[in-house]
């Protein structure tokens, strides 16, 4: 019998009214007849924040901890000292930077995500993004809906085609290279991409994109940049100030991959300057976002007050659709009960485990 405690967020309404939104705190990832037949002690919670949090106070005897990356538990080094039995750490999801995963090792805590299970979820949120930032969509909703107003010259200005243009991702594995196979239909001008390795040639060969070794050189090439790498200490604050006046004037930043591998006020700044033409994405330093944060209100010189004119931010919520709900709840459910009765788990869902980094992508950064 082991204690499980897990972070997710609250359902509300929405939880009663689609039981398959298994996330929720509510619906509790679906896990909890497995916990009530197996005698297991199993507190959800969506409280996780500061010393008087649930997530705090029951860590202490916990074996096991399970967050998804939506509403994060954050596991760092402090509040693992605080748990002394602690020995896996799952993300119902794909991302484990919440968890500090240098103290992970020296505590040799396993820490295991559900690899692959909402890159396509992701993916088709990047098209989306950048179809609403180059197509100025905003713009234009705003007009029909909140102003009644009709000025097609105020949208158009700033709308354009996706054909013809360069667009390049930064990290080019599950969910970039999805990324790229939904872009090849588009008839960009180019699709490149900067990665530590390079796609197998059949991959690379498929979807007719080409490696740009530099970041510099890769960033002034793209019209668009999406950015698909996990966060470590080698993409923390990659996109500062500096990286950003690489990109082109008015060209366009999509981020669904985690929110500190951009500096915040850097990118607010080049969003407020003109000099990006728009930013787009899920993803936040810390979630919940706090109110003040700049992404909720920066908007591009170009557009009508109010018009969100380049804003592309929504909560973090790419990767936790209905279809993809299904396939993280009963991943997270199978790494623990591998876990419980000591079956080998499947090597891709392995992030750390016997103090060593098993992903390469995290290890990248660290010095392994
Ligand atoms: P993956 O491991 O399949 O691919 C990551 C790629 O990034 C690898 O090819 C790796 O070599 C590359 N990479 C690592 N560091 C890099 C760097 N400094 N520069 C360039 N490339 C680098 O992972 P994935 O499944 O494609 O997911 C990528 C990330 O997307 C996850 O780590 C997670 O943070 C994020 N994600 C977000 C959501 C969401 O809901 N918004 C959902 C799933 C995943």
Redesign the pocket.
Same mark, same amino acid.
Request: hydrophobic fraction near 30%; charge should be neutral.
């Given at each position: 019998m082991v204690k499980v405690v897990c972070v997710l967020y609250k359902g509300g309404p929405a939880a009663q009214e689609e039981p398959r939104l298994l996330g929720t705190t509510e619906n509790k990832l679906g896990m909890e007849k497995y916990m009530k037949d197996n005698g297991h002690t199993f507190i959800v919670t969506d409280d996780k924040e500061g010393p008087n949090s649930m997530l705090h106070k029951e860590i202490v005897d916990a074996d096991v901890v399970i967050t998804t990356?939506?509403h994060p538990g954050y596991i760092n080094a402090e509040l693992i000292d605080k748990a002394p039995k602690l020995k896996l750490a799952i993300t119902a /999801? #794909?991302?484990s930077?919440h968890v500090d995963l240098n103290k992970a090792n020296e505590r040799k805590i396993t820490v295991a995500e559900v690899?692959?299970s909402? #890159?396509v979820? #992701?993916a088709e @949120?990047v098209i989306m993004s950048i179809l609403l930032l180059v197509r100025n969509y905003n713009v234009g909703h705003a007009q029909v809906y909140r102003n009644k107003e009709w000025y097609v010259a105020d949208i158009a200005k700033n709308a354009f085609d996706l054909e013809g243009l360069t667009v390049g991702t930064?990290?080019?594995?599950?969910? /970039?290279f999805r990324v790229l196979q939904r872009l090849k239909p588009f008839n960009c001008k180019e699709l490149l991409y900067?990665?530590?390795?390079n796609l197998p040639s059949d991959a690379e060969k498929e979807v007719g994109a080409r490696r740009v070794q530099d970041l510099d050189d890769f960033l002034s090439q793209c019209d668009v940049v999406t950015i698909?790498?996990?966060? @470590?200490e080698?993409?923390k604050g990659?996109m500062n100030k500096e990286k950003l006046s690489k990109m082109r004037k008015g060209s366009w930043l999509v981020n669904?991959?985690?929110g500190a591998i951009c500096v915040a006020d850097d990118v607010a700044d080049a969003v407020n300057s003109g000099h990006l033409r728009g930013y787009a994405g899920? #993803?936040w330093d810390k979630q919940p976002a706090r109110e003040d944060h700049p992404w909720r209100t920066m908007q591009g010189p170009g557009g009508p007050s109010g018009s969100s004119y380049g804003n592309g931010m929504v909560p @973090?919520?790419? /990767?936790?659709t209905i279809s993809a709900q299904k396939r993280y709840a009963e991943g997270a459910l199978e790494i623990l009960d591998n876990w419980i009765k000591g079956k080998i788990q499947t090597p891709a869902n392995i992030i750390v485990e016997n103090g060593e980094y098993a992903?390469?992508?995290y290890g990248? /950064?660290r010095g392994k």
């Open positions: 990356p939506f /999801g #794909v991302g930077d690899t692959g909402n #890159v979820s #992701v @949120h930064i990290g080019a594995g599950r969910i /970039g900067f990665d530590y390795q698909n790498a996990p966060l @470590h080698g993409t990659l669904t991959a985690r899920d #993803v @973090h919520y790419s /990767g936790t992903s390469k992508a990248q /950064g």
